[in-house]
Structure formats: structure tokens, C-alpha cells
T-cell receptor, first 111, second 113 residues
Framework: DAKTTQPPSMDCAEGRAANLPCNHS???????VYWYRQIHSQGPQYIIH???NNETNEMASLIITEDRKSSTLILPHATLRDTAVYYC????????????FGGGTRVLVKP | EPEVTQTPSHQVTQMGQEVILRCVPI?????FYWYRQILGQKVEFLVS????????KSEIFDDQFSVERPDGSNFTLKIRSTKLEDSAMYFC???????????FGSGTRLTVV
């Protein structure tokens, strides 16, 4: 699976949009971009995934660049409960294929 | 919303003892996983399980580890002879299909003394 690079930490203001970048310059054509988050020591929580088109769900939006070498997760209106470590993971879409977690971005939402 | 349930939430065991960590995946899910996270470190993949057999396992998942889906609802991780370095949070996860994200349980904190 391709490696990803994320900033180690970032702050954002409550109520504002949080834009979390991820670089995955070695991504291959059959690899998807997945985002998960981990709040404190809880189990990771799936947020969203995509291949090349932008995706949106009730939690977030995922913007993938045309060359697919980077992506941005957007939390449209960050709340204090969004404080967590956010993981960008590139993964082949295959049965049982594992997720490889890196260090992620520690996001602190401030009042 | 459906959940992955893990029991116990915390288990303390003596070094050398066997432990079984239990998970109830979401009922219609087909793919099952175990991950672990040592305190302060990354989440690490242990094993994936599909169609009643292991699909993939990591280097961590050596002969001391085994998984089983004994009755079609439970999914267990057994550590035969625990070591101090097995102390970690163990997460079970399941997914419906490859197009879906995983749902993780809240974890079992294993402490080996």
C-alpha cells in the first residue's frame, strides 16, 4: 500500500471548517483513499473513502486532486467532539485487505 | 446504529497465561479483523478473517495467536502464553464488503503482569 504523509498536529476553531491535508504521491490506480479518526483511546471510526471523485457524507467531504497525489478531508463545522487523531490511509480495494495506520494528524478543536 | 461489541473491556492476566478476547461483529458483516495498539503507539494490524479462514496476518501474529469464529456470531482472539509485551488495547473490526469502511469495537485493554 502507498505511504501517506500528514501533518502531525493542527488546531481549528469550533464552528469553522477544518481542512486536513494528506499526501500520497506514490498512490497507484487501484488504491483508494480512506479516512478514519480515533477519539482518545476508542476504536478507530470510519469517516469516508474515495477513489478519484470527490465524496461527501454526513460526517465530512473528501477532495482528491486530479492527479490523485494528495487529498483533503473537510469537516464543515468542527465541534469540540471532533477533537481526535485523523488517519489518512491508502488501501487496495481487495477482500480482507488490511488498513495500515500511520501517525495521523492530531486535531484539537478549540472553543 | 449497529455496533461491534468486545468483551471484556479490561483484562489483567499473569505472564504465561492464556487469554481469549471476544468480539461480536455486526451480524451481516463478512470480513473480520483484529488490531492492537500499544499505549502511545500506532494501531497495528494483526489478522483478517473471511469465509472461515485467515486472509492475511502480520508478523506480530505468530504461533502464540489464533482466531476462531466458533458459532457464526462470535469472533475470538486467543493468546496462548501471554508476554509482558502483549499488553495493549486490542480492537476487533468487521466490514460488510470491500467497498465499505470497517466498524471497530471499543476495544479490550489487556494488561499482562
Amino acid at each position: 500500500d502507498a505511504k501517506t504523509t500528514q501533518p502531525p498536529s493542527m488546531d481549528c476553531a469550533e464552528g469553522r471548517a477544518a481542512n486536513l491535508p494528506c499526501n500520497h504521491s506514490t498512490i497507484s490506480g487501484n488504491e483508494y483513499v480512506y479516512w478514519y479518526r480515533q477519539i482518545h483511546s476508542q476504536g478507530p471510526q470510519y469517516i469516508i473513502h474515495g477513489l478519484k471523485n470527490n465524496e461527501t457524507n454526513e460526517m465530512a467531504s473528501l477532495i482528491i486532486t486530479e492527479d490523485r497525489k494528495s487529498s483533503t478531508l473537510i469537516l464543515p463545522h468542527a465541534t469540540l467532539r471532533d477533537t481526535a487523531v485523523y488517519y489518512c490511509i491508502v488501501r487496495v480495494r481487495a477482500a480482507g485487505n488490511k488498513l495500515t495506520f500511520g501517525g495521523g494528524t492530531r486535531v484539537l478543536v478549540k472553543p | 446504529e449497529p455496533e461491534v461489541t468486545q468483551t471484556p473491556s479490561h483484562q489483567v492476566t499473569q505472564m504465561g497465561q492464556e487469554v481469549i478476547l471476544r468480539c461480536v461483529p455486526i451480524s451481516n458483516h463478512l470480513y473480520f479483523y483484529w488490531y492492537r495498539q500499544i499505549l502511545g503507539q500506532k494501531v497495528e494490524f494483526l489478522v483478517s478473517f473471511y469465509n472461515n479462514e485467515i486472509s492475511e496476518k502480520s508478523e506480530i501474529f505468530d504461533d502464540q495467536f489464533s482466531v476462531e469464529r466458533p458459532d457464526g456470531s462470535n469472533f475470538t482472539l486467543k493468546i496462548r502464553s501471554t508476554k509482558l509485551e502483549d499488553s495493549a488495547m486490542y480492537f476487533c473490526a468487521s466490514s460488510l464488503d470491500v467497498d465499505y469502511g470497517y466498524t471497530f469495537g471499543s476495544g479490550t485493554r489487556l494488561t499482562v503482569v
